[in-house]
Structures are given as structure tokens and as C-alpha cells.
């Protein structure tokens, strides 16, 4: 890669995260259906742009929340992939010892204060974290990954008001992937949609193709200017498409064949490679960024699989101590 201008390289690593991202879920949809992984993995396959795009212009220190579909977002924030297999695994050594699983990986090292299999909750966790900010005068912003049925929800509508009337720094981030779980959101959704209703609370939206990432890298380095400028939070509404099933076993079989297809067919992924190539990075090089992603998370697999299991007494540490023995 050498010769190459910063923003090339730039682009080079928004590449390798998106690739790292859909490596790591690959794998961990292939060991939940073996069996090896338990609990639920819910892949974002075809999402990994919003996650790139957002993350590539956050700092260490800035926070995000996240969601059920939480591992791409983890890993754009630069949490650690082997630990967060060995946390599916449920293997000492894991993002939270083991005993979270996929809904519940954190990384505060790096600002990651989260996944959450409580649709919406993380919004208003994001405003605290954002309150925090606030008093103790740090120099962070917070980003607030939600999906489209989040909107639905209350903790929603009471984290736009707090958000804005305190003027926040939050980047709202909307990922709509167009369903709730098994729902076409368009089918339980009233009114004009989650940026109106953002914009109703006095956060200006703005849109943006969650399927281009330097489309919404761009927008969002706009955004994230305007919240550390001190403009109060923002709503990036991304709109894009889940490749998979809700979960790694569902087959989706509530949608159309074609739109799934149709999804593939706009893939961040190789819409970046597309630019790279087209400014003189030689295909192989990209072939390699995916194949290094590959083996990295395969490899991470195979050594969740060989850690060991964590200490039953782990079980009594991290939690209130209600129950603890003595
Ligand atoms: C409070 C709450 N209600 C219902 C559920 C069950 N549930 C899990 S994921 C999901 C759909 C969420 O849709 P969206 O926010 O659009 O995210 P997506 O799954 O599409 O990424 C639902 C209803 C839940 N986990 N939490």
C-alpha cells in the first residue's frame, strides 16, 4: 500500500473493518447453528457500512451504544474480536468473562458501553453517558445505535426530548434495515417515519444510504463536527438492508427472495473496493484485506473453542451480591 494518499489509506481501513465485521459474523452464525456458540447471535451482514462509516470519525474516547445486532458496531469502535468470540463461546476470557454472550458485549476500553437485547434501551443509556460527558466537561460525543422498530418505543420518544433540551452530544444513529425482527416496519409504523418523529423532538435528521460507506462516513463527519462544536444531537437516519435472517437460525422466509438479492447486489463492501480499485489499489491487495479478515476470525473461532470455561465462582462477580454464597 505504500504511495498511497492518507485518504486512501483511509478508505483501506474502512475496507478491513467492514470485511473484519462480516468475517467475524460469518463465523459466529456458523457456531451458533453447530451448536458450539449458545444463546442467539443476530448477524448484520449487509449493515457493516453504517457501523464503519459512523465509527471511522470517532475517537477513542467517544462512547457508542448498541444494540441485539451489536458485534459490527463493537468492532468498528475497535473492541476486541477475540474476546468477543470467546464471549459467544461463553469462555473465560470473554468481553464480559463469559457470561453476557452476544446481546450483552461491552468493551469500555474503548468507549463500548454495550450491546442490548432490550429494543431501545440503549438510547437513553446514551443520553446518561452523554449527561456524564456533559458534568465532568470531557471531550466525547456518544453514538446511539438503534434500529427502525426502536422508534416504536418509548425510551425513544424520551430520549429525543432529554437529548434536546439539554443539547446533548449524541449522534442518534436510525439503522433501517426495514423490519422489526419478522415485521415489515411499514406495517406497524404511523406517520411519516423515524426522522420526523426525531425532528418533531427538535433533533434535526438527515438521511443518508447506509449501503454506500463513504456516503454515510461523509455525513457523518459533517454531523459529528456540528455535536463537538457544541449544536446539540443529531439524527443520521441510515437506510439499508439485513442480509440474513432476524437470527443465524431464521431463514427469513417472510421476504421476498428478490429484495434480499437485490441487497447483495448494492453491498458496501464491494462498492468501496470498486472506488479503491478504480483509484489504482490492485485487486488482489483487496482480495487479501478479506482473506486476512477471514483467517483472523477463524482463527479467534478455533480458539474460543479451545479456551477454557470460566470459574462457576465467576458466576457471583460483575452483579449485585444478592444471593452471593458467603
Ligand atoms: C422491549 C423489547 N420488545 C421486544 C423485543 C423482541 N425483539 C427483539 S429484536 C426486535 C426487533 C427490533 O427491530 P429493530 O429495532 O428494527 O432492529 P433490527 O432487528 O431490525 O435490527 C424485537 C421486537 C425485545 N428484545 N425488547
Known amino acids: 500500500m505504500s504511495g498511497t494518499s492518507n485518504e486512501t489509506a483511509r478508505r483501506m481501513a474502512m475496507l478491513r473493518d467492514m470485511a473484519r465485521i462480516r468475517a467475524f459474523e460469518r463465523e459466529a452464525v456458523a457456531a451458533m447453528r453447530s451448536g458450539e456458540a449458545p444463546g442467539v447471535v443476530h448477524p448484520s451482514i449487509g449493515q457493516e457500512g453504517v457501523a464503519v462509516g459512523v465509527c471511522a470519525n470517532l475517537k477513542r474516547a467517544d462512547r457508542i451504544t448498541s444494540t441485539h445486532r451489536g458485534h459490527g458496531h463493537a468492532i468498528a469502535k475497535g473492541a476486541d474480536a477475540r474476546a468477543m468470540m470467546l464471549e459467544l463461546h461463553g469462555r473465560a476470557g470473554g468481553s464480559c468473562g463469559g457470561k453476557g454472550g452476544s446481546m450483552h458485549i461491552a468493551d469500555f476500553a474503548v468507549g463500548m458501553l454495550g450491546a442490548n437485547g432490550v429494543v431501545g434501551a440503549g438510547i437513553p443509556i446514551a443520553c446518561g453517558a452523554a449527561q456524564a460527558i456533559r458534568l465532568t466537561k470531557e471531550d466525547a460525543i456518544v453514538a446511539c445505535f438503534f434500529g427502525d422498530g426502536a422508534v416504536n418505543r418509548g425510551p425513544f420518544l424520551e430520549g429525543m426530548n432529554w437529548a434536546a433540551l439539554y443539547r446533548l452530544p449524541v449522534l442518534f444513529v436510525c439503522e433501517d434495515n426495514g423490519f422489526a425482527a419478522f415485521t415489515r416496519n411499514?406495517?406497524?409504523?404511523?406517520?411519516?417515519?423515524?426522522?420526523?418523529?426525531?425532528?418533531?423532538?427538535?433533533?434535526?435528521?438527515?438521511?443518508?444510504?447506509?449501503?454506500?460507506?463513504?456516503?454515510?462516513?461523509a455525513v457523518t463527519a459533517d454531523l459529528v463536527a456540528r455535536i463537538r462544536a457544541g449544536a446539540g444531537p443529531q439524527f443520521l437516519h441510515a437506510i439499508c438492508y439485513r442480509w440474513e435472517g432476524h437470527t443465524g437460525t431464521d431463514a427469513a422466509a417472510y421476504r421476498p427472495a428478490d429484495e434480499a438479492a437485490a441487497a447483495r447486489g448494492r453491498d458496501a463492501i464491494r462498492r468501496l473496493a470498486a472506488v479503491l480499485e478504480a483509484e489504482g489499489i490492485a485487486a488482489g491487495e483487496i482480495a487479501g484485506i478479506e482473506a486476512q479478515a477471514a483467517a483472523e476470525m477463524a482463527s479467534h473461532r478455533a480458539a474460543a473453542m479451545a479456551a477454557p470455561w470460566p470459574d462457576p465462582g465467576a458466576a457471583y462477580s460483575d452483579v449485585q451480591d444478592a444471593g452471593a454464597p458467603a
Open 186 to 217: 411499514s406495517a406497524v409504523t404511523a406517520g411519516g417515519g423515524p426522522a420526523v418523529r426525531a425532528e418533531a423532538c427538535g433533533v434535526p435528521a438527515t438521511a443518508v444510504d447506509g449501503e454506500d460507506v463513504l456516503a454515510v462516513d
